[in-house]
């Protein structure tokens, strides 16, 4: 519930600091004395957007901060999901600089207003007069209704499933449309993919071929070259091969006289075996060289097939190719399997569906059930509201359409006064009537949904009387399990509070400055006599503003 209210430079407020307690709390003051500012300065510590503009001196930063005790919420894994330290009393502060930009903070932690807006969803609910508009909102009805219905884990499951059926959804559009557009390069990329299936393409197919030509198209170099390394290395007299026999032989001799000798005939030795070895593979290739046209053509039409397939897809290397060869499978494939793929999205689709089809139908049961206990409440508090001849209709029905809380359609109508028809809410009912069934739809509300706090301002618009006095009573009652606090012009409502403050105006040196104060005992008398007749408070009004406080 709201512990404190503290505005510093906000509109005709320099400076104010007020507590508040639990149960019904109610505020007064003339016309444009500042009530409403009160009300705004609260919704900018609830994450109403602001401007410089409510700055009472621009030169100085306006500072609204407010205490909520809020230890019987179970809050705590919404401060954890925020990144927030949760703590018993918790302080919203405000910060609006002269600049106009603005600032929030959550227990001293920087936050956004995102958040802000949502947790005072969760703390405080504030009932402004143009909110009576609310009950012709079918999405508002449907709030009550759920509230009643025990729905809302239901819903918000329902909500999830939806998500995710309107995202499968957008995939099989997509997946269709990229078929359809698949479909019509399906003929060239099978094309494609066969040309270059039939190349055979090997990795490094092109490097080898590349080699073979160069071989091929510098075949009498090479063997001018390997016959004169093979006549150097066997010619009898002088080559290579004699020359090195005669030295092994020589130094075989006189290997055994020591072992320098003996490591000079091992290394010769080796030398000869290795030389051997080169000269035998210079005769063996002298011998098969040849020069062959039919291999050089064959050759020369591979690698030209390969350079035109490269220059064809614009790469470099037979690699990008066979890269390019398994993505143009991978579309053709999936082209000669879209309808696979379309019905494995299609039975996702129906899964999913099946399943919150299955939930809106437990929604829809659940608000069947609730309706004739919601309809015999809202009627039964109006009978103590003066409405005793005002019937409720509510025609609920299943359809197949999905909505974002379910696939109903609700309307609701009302009649008023014996002998007359039904008809929508905003047609029949007129705003003191909406008033007293806005104050029975809260009433029920409260039992349900279990905020800490609502606020009413003026809800007690066009009615008087014995009427006002039953709305006090409503009020009072819904104090005992929440925080009420009512801005009221009427003496019947005021006398209701548990506690009672008055907003007024002062002039402090040629400043006009809008005060709050909590009144004292004799001051609520004072305040509700006058109230009642006006600023001469005579003697009569103070007797029936004691009747009324007693």
């Known amino acids: 519930m709201l512990t404190n209210l503290s505005i510093k430079n906000y509109a005709l407020i320099e400076s104010l600091s007020v507590g508040f307690k639990d149960e019904l709390s109610i505020i007064t003051g003339e016309t444009g004395a500042g009530k409403s500012i009160l009300l705004g300065a609260l919704s900018l510590v609830l994450g109403k957007r602001a401007d410089s503009s409510a700055l009472k001196n621009t030169k100085n930063k306006c500072i609204i901060e407010a205490q909520f005790s809020i230890s019987n919420y179970l809050l705590e894994p919404f401060f954890e999901e925020n990144d927030l330290d949760f703590e018993n009393e918790t302080i919203i502060r405000r910060e609006i600089l ?26 405080i609910d504030i009932h402004s007069q143009h909110q009576t508009l609310q009950l012709s909102d079918v999405s508002f009805q449907f709030q009550i209704l759920d509230a009643l219905s025990n729905n809302s884990t239901k819903i918000e499951s329902y909500k999830r499933g939806l998500v995710v059926y309107n995202q499968l959804l957008k995939e099989l559009n997509e997946l269709k449309k990229s078929q359809e557009f698949a479909k019509e390069q399906y003929e060239y990329n099978l094309y494609l993919v066969d040309e270059l299936s039939s190349a055979n393409l090997e990795i490094d197919e092109q490097q080898i071929i590349e080699q073979s030509l160069d071989k091929l198209n510098n075949i009498e170099e090479i063997k001018l070259n390997l016959s004169e390394a093979q006549s150097v290395a066997f010619n009898d007299e002088v080559g290579l091969k004699a020359l090195l026999n005669s030295i092994t032989n020589n130094l075989n001799e006189i290997a055994p006289y020591s072992n320098e000798y003996k490591n000079l005939y091992e290394r010769i030795l080796s030398i000869k075996i290795e030389f051997d070895d080169i000269a035998s593979e210079i005769e063996n290739a002298n011998e098969i060289i040849d020069f062959d046209a039919s291999e050089l053509q064959k050759l020369n039409d591979r690698l030209q097939l390969i350079y035109n397939l490269q220059k064809k897809h614009t790469v470099n290397t037979i690699a990008e190719l066979l890269i ?71 025609n609920i029905t299943h359809s197949n359409q999905y909505f974002l809380n379910g696939k109903d359609q609700l309307q609701l109508l009302i009649s008023a006064n014996k002998g007359t028809n039904f008809g929508a809410l905003k047609k029949v009912a007129s705003g003191g009537e909406l008033s007293r069934i806005m104050l029975s739809v809260k009433s029920i509300l409260s039992e349900y949904l279990k905020l800490p706090t609502i606020i009413f301002d003026e809800i007690d618009t066009g009615v008087s009387g014995e009427v006002s006095q039953k709305m006090a009573e409503i009020m009072k009652d819904m104090s005992s399990n929440m925080q009420v606090i009512t801005i009221t012009h009427l003496p019947q409502i005021a006398a209701k509070g548990k506690q009672h403050y008055k907003v007024y105006k002062q002039d402090i040196e040629n400043n006009i400055v809008t005060k709050l104060r909590k009144l004292s005992e004799n001051e609520r008398i004072t305040e509700i006599a006058e109230m009642l007749g006006g600023k001469n408070i005579t003697t009569t009004a103070i007797e029936h503003a004691k009747q009324l406080l007693n």
């Open 98 to 123: 002269p600049n106009g930009k603005s600032r929030a903070f959550i227990n001293d932690t920087p936050t956004t207003l995102q958040v802000l807006q949502t947790l005072s969803q969760k703390l």
């Open 324 to 394: 390019l060869q398994e993505e143009l499978l991978v579309k053709v494939d999936a082209v000669e399997n879209s309808s696979v793929i379309i019905s494995k999205k299609e039975a996702e689709i129906k899964n999913v569906s099946e399943k919150i089809d299955t939930l809106a139908k437990t929604i829809f049961k659940q608000r069947e059930k609730a309706i004739p206990i919601l309809k015999n409440k809202l009627e039964n508090l109006l009978v103590n509201l003066g409405m005793e001849n005002t019937r409720f209709q509510f």
